[in-house]
């Protein structure tokens, strides 16, 4: 049977295929410790798991609305009032199945063939797929570790052309933790502004900012720019969701009515009860979350302390998410072994086959000299694996 090119052209989810081939070792009985998740190791609140039995026990079994239930809707849209300072109708506010789906709505219904999408590297893996899939060509912008994994408004005026259409904005990011500043954001915005360049703006970490940070959102700068923005976030990170599968995009009337259109055709509705479970996370006890990030920081400061002691490592201290993203370029050419280590794949195979460690090679962000690590898994398991990852380095030659 034939394939279409558009399926041809798909990469696998290179992240989700070392998660999986750490489960497996881990199921063959070989303690591993696992760096490579990519959602919250925490349970979701017990709140929210009621909201969803009461759901079920009250019948909310059917086919919803196309874009979620109406309470929800207006949950979201005063969430984004309260905490982003951003006024939508419930009638601008599309539910899908996780953000990513919201995304690939977005793609879909504002890219065509002969489009470019701006999209700042290091990158999450889906922009780049989703981009393609739309018919549209990528443009990478490449962000140096010095900058903070930020581009500057130079960087970005530098690759427009007239056929630049988006950009992805993803700030809290994954995987470096970079978080712009409202000012950074305005000097970006006038840039966009100008060329009239839509703004997917990526905000699934919004919560997850340390250091007293804050989240803003490149929409709230301007009603001008507020027009040329899809809003994209969801309850996957803030709320250790990420099964339920709930996201959502805000964003002009005539964008969201044709993301919905869209999904009206694909996946219908979001699940009803993962509905009623997210409209809890938002208007329920929010102290959960505040507890996530107070543990998040802890071990971000001790992960990144562990990493910037061993020779030949250079750690940002991210401002938010749950990702350190070090570079190893001083490393690189030297060997364990007899195994050469020419970038951070080589790095990420020895480290799992030598010393049970999984970690996610920069290659799958669009940067091989850098590599991820997650914080989202206990102190315990922090620490024995900073342990066994000084002890490779130690060796290198
Ligand atoms: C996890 C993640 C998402 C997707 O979240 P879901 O709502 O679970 O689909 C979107 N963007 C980024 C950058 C992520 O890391």
Redesign the pocket.
Known sequence: MRLAERAKNISPSPTLAIDSQAKKMIADGIKVINFGA??PDFDTPGHINQAAIKAINSGMTRYTPVAGIEPLRRAIADKLARDNGLRYDPGQIVVSA????S?YNAFQVLCQEGDQVILPAPY?V?YLEQIKLAGAEPVIIRTRLENGFKMTPDELEEVITPQARAIVL?SPS?PTGAVYTREELEALGEVLLKHRIAIIS?E??EKLIYDGGRHTSIASLSPEIKEQTVV?N????SYAM?GW???YAAAPAHVAKAMADLQSHSTSNPTSIAQAASLEALQGDQKPVAAMVAEFAKRRDYMVERLNAMPGINCNRPGGAFYVFPEIKQLLGKSYRGTAINNASDLARVLLAEVHVAIVPGVAFGDDTCFRLSYATSMENIKEGMDRIERVINELA
């Open positions: 990519g959602e996780g953000a990513k789906h995304l999450w889906s993803n994954n990526d699934i970490y994209i969801g309850v996957s990170k990420t599968r709930i996201g």
